[in-house]
């Protein structure tokens, strides 16, 4: 008994490792005998940037899918179960079954993934990787979209994440969020152990006193769109990960399918980067239902992907704070 519930902290701790918004690392994990229930933490909302709680609820997935991939390592199935609670919030119970299946080669990536925000190489993603990714299986729901750079598709999104720039750094609340996030030093880093560290923005540490004067510059959309620009056209593609009903129940499937194509572009070692703003903002979420050819289906993640240096890795929250029996 004591030897299971070893493992099942264990594999409850690669949920450590998902990507979400911000690095907000917005999950609650509760250990049972035979799984776990997993819950979403609405103590620190994106309330402008994800006003839906869309990119809470995909991180959810994507945490859900390294505890699951943990789980077939060390011999276990697993069936999931949503629950809405009274709240109207969407809880997962994952309940396992020792020797129903098979280890992945994904779960190997789990450690090694990052986001990766800098500048990429401009070296194109060869045609037969590409159709891997195109034929990675998803869940029930989700469908992704693949875009080659200067396609017309390509060009479009381009033009899309400058006009959600120019939107979203108009918008005060916005900065205020943004700002909220980011840790300026290593106490901050030490201290909150989420956000976005300026080691991962590949800036140096930024003394008290000049922060507000830098970050003043820089949140603005002609900076913002500038050092974009670099890098989308140093980017071989854009994946665009849609949805058709847009429920928590399916942004949970599509971060757990996110999830697995991040891992897969780490194990061929292909660099991943979000471009959330364009999904982020309604009115060019709408335009770009209206310009692409993706069947009316609800854009939820835009990532741009290529290859590129490591960068340093974001931080994470202890498992303890994070971790609880039930």
Not at 55 to 80: D, M, R
Not at 243 to 265: D, M, Y
Request: charged share 25%; net charge positive; hydrophobic share 35%.
């Amino acid at each position: 008994m004591e030897k299971h519930l070893s493992d099942l902290y264990t594999m409850s701790t690669y949920a450590i490792k998902a990507p979400s918004s911000h690095n907000t690392q917005p999950w609650i994990i509760f250990i049972k005998d035979n799984g776990f229930e997993i819950y979403p933490d609405f103590s620190n909302p994106l309330t402008i940037a994800d006003n839906l709680n869309r990119e809470l609820y995909i991180s959810l997935g994507c945490a859900i899918e390294n505890i699951c991939l943990a789980a077939n390592e060390k011999g276990y199935g697993e069936a999931l179960t949503f629950i809405l609670n009274e709240n109207q919030q969407v809880n997962v119970r994952i309940d396992l079954s020792k020797g129903t299946a098979n280890p992945s080669a994904l779960f190997s990536q789990i450690n090694k993934r990052q986001t990766n925000r800098s500048v990429f190489f401009d070296r194109e993603i060869p045609d037969k990787e590409i159709t891997k990714l195109t034929n990675l299986k998803l869940d029930e729901g989700v469908k992704h979209f693949i875009y080659k750079y200067n396609a017309t598709e390509f060009n479009l999104i381009r033009s899309f994440v400058r006009e959600a720039n120019e939107i979203q750094l108009a918008d005060d609340r916005y900065k205020d969020e943004l700002l909220n996030w980011i840790r300026f030093s290593n106490s901050q880093i030490n201290q909150f152990q989420n956000g976005l560290s300026y080691k991962t923005l590949g800036v140096s540490i930024i003394p008290p006193f000049l922060r507000k004067i830098i970050i003043k510059s820089q949140l603005k959309a002609s900076a913002q769109n500038k050092a974009d620009e670099k890098r989308m056209q140093t980017s071989s593609h854009f994946v665009l990960f849609t949805c058709e009903k847009n429920t928590p129940e399916e942004w949970i499937k599509l971060g757990r399918s996110l999830q697995r194509f991040l891992l897969q572009t780490c194990k061929m070692k292909i660099a991943s980067g979000f471009l959330n703003q364009p999904c982020e903002v309604e009115v060019i979420a709408d335009k770009m239902k209206d310009c692409l050819q993706i069947e009316n289906r609800h854009p939820a993640i835009l990532l741009r992907i290529g290859y590129a240096h490591p960068v340093a890795y974001s931080p994470r929250k202890q498992a303890s704070s994070i971790i609880f029996n039930k």
